[in-house]
């Protein structure tokens, strides 16, 4: 669904195969892969897979044409892992103090990262849910 729900997608599976489908809305399209077998079933995309203790499957999704998704789960998990060196580092380099509420303070520091343009460091969205002003009452 596109736009908020409110326009369906249209699904095709890309180039006849089974592991990746495209959804077209909104004059948008995003590309879903996976290793699960997909089939377009009204105006949904299923998989449908059993796992069993010690079985991986992947997903990706991403905007067709634009940075391609992992071809393969072992190519997902690399990814995964080089993100997650990649924020450890950040965050071994952040300075935070050792204190009782260092993992908020990182937590904290890595959603505010990651709400930061990095050519510029303008953050690009709210740091909170707060309504932007408080309702006022009769007097």
């Known amino acids: 669904m596109f736009d908020y729900g409110r326009i369906s ?20 399209t995003i590309r879903l892969q996976t290793d ?13 897979h059993v796992l069993r203790a010690g079985d991986q499957v992947y997903c990706a999704l991403s905007w067709a044409g634009g940075p391609s998704a992992p071809g393969h789960g072992a190519e997902a998990s690399a990814r995964l892992a080089a993100t997650t ?21 990182e937590r904290s520091a890595l959603a505010i990262k990651g709400l930061t343009y990095m050519p510029t460091g303008a953050t690009v969205a709210a740091l909170t849910t707060s309504p932007s002003s408080p309702t006022v009452g009769p007097a």
Not at 36 to 48: H, Q, W
């Open 9 to 28: 997608a249209e699904w095709s599976l890309v180039d006849g195969s089974r592991h990746a489908a495209d959804a077209t809305g909104a004059g948008m």
């Open 36 to 48: 699960m077998a997909l089939g377009i079933e009204g105006e949904r995309v299923r998989a449908r």
């Open 85 to 105: 060196r990649f924020w450890r580092a950040w965050l071994a380099r952040a300075g935070i103090p050792d204190h009782p509420y260092r993992q908020a303070l």
